[in-house]
């Protein structure tokens, strides 16, 4: 399944010696002969990728010893290198997480947002909010980072698809996030089976990725997949899960870097039949919500990205390139039809296919619109079920033309659940603004709704770094 490492590398090392040599003669050549397939433009961006590539000595570290030690040893990895390197699964151009790592190499302040399902929310960490894979995350950027002003922000979302997330997206995406970590397959997995291919639910996560990249400060989006329900308890195999090729093709698309817990707990599972994987890493129950073992995998992989991403600067600078691919705007088309042009029913379509999997709704029907499901409680399928019930109108027949209404009451039910009552025990907001954070963030919770009406979003504060 593996490449051998040697066959690996001849290959790379081969492809890295022709460009070096392109680069070379280019340079000796004066001024490089414009590549006839290139645009101007795009010339103009190789040529300066090249210079700074050529600037930077490789070794050379512009930052001292002792910083680049702490980025590089501020994490105990339980990991295995091998799946650890596997579990970076794809960094693509990295454009805005360079940015980041910059940003917190320099000491800036940084803001960073984890939307996600029950592995964000640290549900069956044993101590959510010290040893989940957010809080072990964003402690090793306090302490690789010391200079840095680290705030942090959870932001759960129960068990709600991609679909209702982008619907709903002001009650979970704060205007100043600076890194998005992006959590959502094990949610969007739980009602796919082999037809995984339907791309209604890959619909909703590209228009989720959209608007997390359209956010105010251009952040920087990791996807940060767990592992889909039952393919830790050798129920469902290696690949039936959204992670691929869907989602990878989402990353490919936008060049969003992608981490991947499957990649890292692979094949470190007790041997199970071709395909499957039993591991501790997740309750057996449901074979997806990562135990202290799975949180621990993702948090190496998410370390192991920044870690890279920092030797990476040392090569190779932040430069106009980089800026270049910051400041482009959200592609105009989507990858999938009907995401950019027919939004508001791509939303709800891939909705209503979860409301119906995973029987969300008694009767059948389906949502009228996605932003019908933005008051409810996701916290459990209990409250989901009985907050659909009492509060969205619903739809029967696909093409939602028979409107006949089962509409009961306007009224928007049941949101203060498990996720609104998180906030104290999740402290992990690392601030030395928390001043200014607070004013920012209850000007965006009063815009979205206020956080007392139970929003599922949590900060607070914790250490001071
Ligand atoms: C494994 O996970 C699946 C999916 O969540 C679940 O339906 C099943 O009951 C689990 N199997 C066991 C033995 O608990
Ligand atoms: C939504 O679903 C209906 C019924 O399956 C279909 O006719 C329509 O084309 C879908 N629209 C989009 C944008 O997916
Ligand atoms: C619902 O299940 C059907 C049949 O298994 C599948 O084709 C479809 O993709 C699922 N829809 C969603 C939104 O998961
Ligand atoms: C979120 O985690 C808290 C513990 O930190 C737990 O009480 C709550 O039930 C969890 N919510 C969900 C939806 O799992």
């Known amino acids: 399944m593996r490449r051998s490492p040697a066959a690996a590398r001849r290959p790379r090392a081969a492809v890295l010696a022709v460009a070096l040599l392109a680069a070379t003669a280019a340079f000796a050549l004066g001024p490089r002969p414009a590549a006839a397939a290139l645009a101007k433009e795009q010339a103009k961006q190789w040529t300066s990728y090249l210079d700074d590539a050529l600037d930077s000595s490789i070794g050379s570290t512009k930052l001292s010893a002792g910083a680049l030690n702490k980025v590089l040893t501020a994490h105990d990895f339980s990991t295995p290198l091998s799946s650890a390197l596997g579990s970076v699964a794809y960094t693509g151009g990295n454009g805005r997480l360079r940015r980041v790592v910059s ?77 998005v970590l992006l959590e959502m397959t094990a949610n969007d997995g739980a009602t796919m089976d082999s037809s995984i291919v339907n791309a209604f639910q890959p619909r909703g996560y590209e228009s989720l990725v959209r608007k997390v990249l359209g956010g105010s400060r251009q952040p920087a989006v990791v996807l940060t997949q767990s592992m889909a329900p039952g393919m830790g308890n050798a129920t469902k195999p290696f690949f039936m899960t959204p992670e691929a090729p ?49 949180h621990a995998a993702l948090a190496d992989a998410l370390v192991l990205l920044t870690q890279r991403t920092a030797q990476d600067l040392q090569l190779l600078p932040f430069g106009d390139w980089d800026m270049n691919a910051l400041n482009a705007d959200v592609p105009a088309k989507s990858m999938y039809g009907g995401v950019v042009d027919n939004e508001a029913w791509t939303l709800r379509n891939a909705t209503c296919g979860w409301v119906r999997n995973a029987t969300v709704s008694a009767t059948g029907g389906c949502p009228a619109t996605v932003g019908d499901m933005c008051g409810l409680d996701f916290s459990n399928w209990n409250a989901i079920r009985a907050g659909y019930a009492a509060a969205v109108p ?3 027949g696909d093409d939602g033309s028979k409107g006949k209404g089962a509409i009961i009451g306007g009224v928007v039910g049941g949101v203060v659940g498990g996720l609104g009552a998180v906030g104290g025990l999740i402290g992990l907001a690392i601030s030395r603004q928390k001043k200014r954070a607070a004013a920012e963030e209850a000007a965006w919770n009063a815009k979205a709704g206020g956080n007392a009406a139970g929003l599922p979003i949590t900060a607070s504060s914790g250490a001071q770094v």
Request: proline fraction near 8%; aromatic fraction near 8%; include cysteine.
């Open 394 to 396: 619903e739809i029967f």
């Open 246 to 294: 869907q989602y990878s093709a989402v990353a490919g698309y936008y060049d969003v870097p992608v981490v991947s817990m499957r990649n890292a707990l692979w094949p470190q599972g007790k041997d199970e039949a071709e395909g499957l994987m039993s591991t501790d890493a997740v309750l057996p129950a449901d074979g997806s919500t990562p135990t202290d073992l799975g």
């Open 103 to 179: 940003d917190l190499l320099a000491g800036k302040p940084v803001k960073i947002v984890a939307i996600g399902g029950l592995a964000t929310n640290g549900t069956d960490a044993s101590a959510p909010g010290k040893n989940d894979y957010f809080a072990i995350y964003v402690d090793y950027l306090s302490k690789a980072f010391p200079g840095a002003t680290i705030q942090s922000l959870r932001s759960s979302v129960g068990l709600a698809p991609s679909a209702v997330v982008a619907g709903c997206i002001e009650k979970f995406l704060p205007p100043d996030a600076d890194l």
